[in-house]
């Protein structure tokens, strides 16, 4: 049979890459780009790789069931039909109870899930358990929710096309999105300055008018360190902080205004001392507050590099009180939410009722967090099935996530889940997180089920594309969609009503009902549409400077930072970011990515390789306060002083090399319980 080539995206990270599948006799045979789609320009590795993700012989192909007890080297799985694996989990789930029940979600910007995302909060949402596990507060929380603390909303893109700077402040889209980073390079050609502030020189960094190279985990220092030299020097918009907020309005604890006490609170940063902090040479610094007092509107894009720390909300707080103060926020040529497809949002939080909501673990203690969402972290998770308190979670439902892998070391994982009565996953491969489960569900990938994503993010016009991608080849044996899945186990859990009669057609029918298109027009149209109903682009709220949430919780109204003390016997400092051919935990299994990248590696800043006496390619060893974990050296003159740069998601079960281990699940922002996986205290050495 002749090849087809059929329109479609990439669902596997959020760039969500408009591309090309060409499949023959059934078989997915290569991915392309599609330029004639609003993020076509390019795919990366990951997608190119697709063919063998497809057909990799050791996807699930049928459920599984437990023989052997948990902890076993072998689960000894034995093939169950999806008749009884429902069946059972219906029963398990019922004895456990909803509260007694906890859901986990792989990340929805770093794997296909998000199809699924709004149904397995449903899910959750409708049996009435209040505790859902995913990564956000190690991911996208300080970018889409943190934020809310100063402006009420997320960050918002970056308006490329029009600004007159860029600032990169811990994100690295040519590696993570690249369709950002083609209009960073667009801006850039069209004489948009770009900043970057990152420990690493990579990707955009290596043409950037300014990098400043902080050292990890003190980006708190140099945002409020910028913002006293804005201050100072007559760089913020005054005329703009006068309309938007609450600048010029007395602090609620004295006369002063909200203004002087903020450039109080900053003059605590003079430049000696913030070039001490971070690293980073006065001169540079000088120079960012120039650019950002002169080449206005400023866009910004950060993301997990200023998230995964101990002090994430602090740093969240200076750089969004400093974005604000350069008058962009909202503005053509800053950030803005575009107008986005109108579809039904179907998660259903309105369903949860405030009693269920009140159990949701951790939320005492961070109520301004993910918790308020009914976001809980492994560590409340695992504390809560070991100890039976404050109430007893026998039972965990899990759409992927690697959290074995993916999330810090929590002392009590392996006990809770050797406790749980019934863990159930949809996964698509036996991770060393599945194997802790007692039923195993086959998930089609994405290639292989329908899924729709109303706006690309990127442009006004990539925002306002509406796709349905097309299945474009089988699953594997009898593997399921994840909304597939979700709608079975909601009839077997007695919730069809809440699920269209447990019809996932009659679900989709529903959520593009607001849109202006429907199912069949959008197969018609594989490469997707630009929807004609679309949602209004909200007003700029009032901005707060100050912080009286955070106030009346216990935090600082105004954003505070307390340099962690030098520690001797950890002299370097430990950090880590993404790579091209994997996302997190995922493709470790298909030989090409695997060939492009065989194992982990870690980069050394010079003065550190030569303290250590290390010569690239040496294996190493990386302790922290709380383990440590083999690599392979690189050499990278590209780094702060100072710094370990090291990839994470790996595992292996005769070598320590899965980075979280050596983690400490109990070192979190006490807002957002982030944890502080970037700027840890290490040493590294040559392994004989
Ligand atoms: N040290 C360190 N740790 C980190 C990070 C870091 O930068 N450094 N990054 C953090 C971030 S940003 C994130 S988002 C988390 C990610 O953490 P996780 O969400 O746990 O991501 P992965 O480890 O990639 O595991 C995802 C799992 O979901 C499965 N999967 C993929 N697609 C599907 C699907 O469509 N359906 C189903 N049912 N399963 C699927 C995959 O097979 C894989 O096993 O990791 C965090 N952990
Ligand atoms: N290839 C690939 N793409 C992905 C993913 C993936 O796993 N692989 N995951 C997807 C997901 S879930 C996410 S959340 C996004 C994340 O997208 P990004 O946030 O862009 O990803 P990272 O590479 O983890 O981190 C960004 C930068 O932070 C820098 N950094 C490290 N420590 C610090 C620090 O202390 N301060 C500052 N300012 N910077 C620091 C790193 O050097 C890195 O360049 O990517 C998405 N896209
Ligand atoms: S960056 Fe790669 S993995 Fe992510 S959507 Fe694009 S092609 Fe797919
Ligand atoms: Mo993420």
């Known amino acids: ?20 599948a060409t499949v023959e006799g059934g078989r997915l045979i290569r991915v392309d780009p599609d330029p004639a789609h609003p993020t076509g320009q390019a795919i990366c590795v990951k997608a190119r790789a697709a063919p063998e993700l497809v057909a990799h012989p050791e996807r699930l192909t049928t459920p599984l069931l437990r023989t052997r007890p948990k902890g076993a080297a072998d689960p000894g799985w034995r093939p169950i039909s999806w008749d009884e694996a429902l069946a059972l989990a219906g029963d398990k789930l019922r004895a456990a109870g909803p509260r007694g029940t906890a859901f986990a979600v792989a990340t929805p910007s770093g794997t296909a899930v998000a199809d699924a995302f709004a149904w397995i909060h449903r899910l959750a949402h409708h049996w009435g358990s209040p505790n859902l596990v995913f990564a956000t507060e190690n991911c996208n929380w300080h970018r889409d929710f943190g934020p809310a603390l100063t402006w009420g ?20 889209p040519a590696v993570t999105w690249l ?110 507050a120039e650019i950002l007092a002169e080449a206005k509107p400023v ?59 009140g159990h949701t673990l951790g939320l005492g203690e961070r109520p301004l967090g993910p918790p308020a969402r009914g976001w809980i972290t492994s560590r ?26 993916s999330k810090p070391a929590t002392r009590h994982a392996e006990a809770a889940l050797a406790k749980l009565d019934f863990f159930v996953q949809t996964e698509l491969f036996a991770t060393p997180t599945a194997r802790w489960a007692d039923l195993l569900l ?37 593997a399921r969609g994840d909304t597939r899945i979700v709608f079975d186990l909601a009839k077997a859990l007695g919730l069809a009503d809440h699920f269209f009669g447990g019809d996932p057609e009659a679900g989709l029918a529903h959520v593009l009902a607001p849109s202006g298109l429907d199912a069949a027009a959008l197969r018609q149209a594989p490469r997707g549409l630009s929807a004609p109903l679309l949602t209004d682009a909200p007003a700029l709220p009032r901005i707060t400077l100050w912080s009286a949430d955070l106030a009346r919780h216990g935090g600082q109204a105004l954003p505070v930072f307390t340099p962690a003390p030098a520690d001797g016997d950890l002299p370097f400092t430990l950090t880590c970011g993404k790579t091209a051919h994997y996302c997190h935990s995922q493709f470790r299994q298909l030989p090409s990515l695997r060939q492009g990248q065989p194992g982990p590696e870690t980069e050394l800043a010079p003065d550190v390789a030569a303290a250590r006496g290390i010569a690239p390619g040496d294996p190493i060893a990386i302790r922290t306060a709380h383990g440590q974990f083999h690599s392979t050296a690189r050499l990278n003159p590209k780094l702060a002083p100072g710094t370990v740069w090291s990839h994470y998601g790996w595992w292996d079960d005769e070598q320590p090399i899965n980075y979280n281990a050596s983690m400490d699940g109990e070192t979190f922002d ?19």
């Open 670 to 688: 006490r807002v957002s319980g982030s944890n502080a996986l970037r700027g840890v205290g290490c040493d590294v050495r040559r392994r004989e």
């Open 153 to 172: 909303s997320g960050l918002a893109m970056p308006d490329t096309e029009q600004a007159a700077t860029i600032v990169l402040w811990g994100s690295n």
């Open 380 to 405: 409340d998770l695992f504390r809560a099935i070991v100890s039976g308190q404050p109430y007893p979670i026998r039972a965990l439902v899990a759409f992927g996530s690697n959290f074995l892998v």
């Open 179 to 288: 369709p950002l980073a083609e209009r960073v390079r667009a801006a850039q050609r069209r004489g948009a300055r770009l900043i970057v502030v990152d420990p690493r020189q990579g990707g955009l960094a290596n043409r950037a008018d300014l990098w400043l190279a902080v050292r990890p985990g003190t980006d708190a220092a140099l945002a409020l360190g910028l913002i006293h030299l804005l201050l100072d020097e007559g760089g913020a918009d005054l005329d703009f902080l006068r309309r938007h907020s609450d600048a010029f309005t007395p602090a609620p604890d004295g006369d002063r205004s909200v203004l002087e006490r903020l450039a109080e609170t900053a003059a605590a940063w003079p430049a000696p001392r913030v070039a001490r902090v971070t690293g980073i040479a006065e001169a540079n610094l000088r120079r960012a």
């Open 442 to 478: 086959p998930a089609a990938s994405c290639w292989e089920r329908e899924g729709l994503q109303a706006g690309f993010q990127v442009s006004p016009a990539a925002d306002a594309h509406l796709q349905l991608r097309p299945a474009v080849v089988p699953p594997p044996g009898q």
């Open 299 to 357: 866009a910004l894009a950060t993301w997990t590099g200023t998230c995964q720390q101990a002090e994430a909300t602090a740093a969240t707080r200076a750089i969004n009180i400093l974005y604000a103060l350069t008058g962009s926020l909202g503005q053509p040529g800053g950030n803005r939410a575009y107008p986005k497809p109108q579809i039904n949002d179907v998660a259903a939080f309105a369903a949860v009722t405030p009693e269920t909501r």
């Open 1 to 20: 049979m002749a090849p087809t080539v059929v329109p479609t995206y990439c669902a596997l990270c959020i760039a969500r890459c408009g591309c090309l």
